[in-house]
């Protein structure tokens, strides 16, 4: 399974940037599918994650209202829209993908998570 990242950039506070994550290898159902980052000096974070099955979504509270992750299970790809974004939000972005189907409570943890992308830099200007 092959994760391709894409739609990093810098941009200004308050600004927008959408960034999409293609899988190859194996669809993305029934899976759930996330995103994380990770800030220098920091560790790698959850940030959201989506059911492929159920379209279920969940977030970090720190995104909550900003963020909007989606899926596209007939292009075998997901999207994190990030909004409104702070210079907090400065971080490498990684897509996700576990190889087993799993439940809620794992969905946080970058432990349950098998592929991971390349990662793409996001960076917000204050």
């Known amino acids: 399974v092959q994760l391709v990242e894409s739609g990093g950039g810098l941009v200004q506070a308050g600004g927008s940037l959408r960034l999409s994550c293609a899988a190859s290898?194996?669809?993305?159902?029934?899976?759930?599918m996330a995103w994380f980052r990770q800030a220098p000096g920091k560790e790698r974070e959850f940030v959201a994650a989506?059911?492929?099955?159920?379209?279920?979504?969940y977030y970090a509270d720190s995104v909550k209202g900003r963020f909007t992750i989606s899926i596209d299970n007939a292009k075998n790809t997901w999207h994190l829209q990030m909004n409104s974004l702070k210079p907090e939000d400065t971080a490498l972005y990684y897509c996700?993908?576990?190889?087993?189907?799993?439940?809620?409570?794992?969905?946080?943890?970058?432990?349950?998570?098998?592929?991971w992308g390349q990662g793409t830099q996001v960076t917000v200007s204050s």
């Open positions: 996700a993908a576990p190889a087993l189907p799993g439940i809620a409570s794992m969905y946080r943890d970058t432990h349950y998570y098998d592929y």
């Open positions: 989506i059911s492929a099955s159920t379209s279920n979504t």
């Open positions: 290898g194996r669809t993305v159902s029934p899976y759930t």
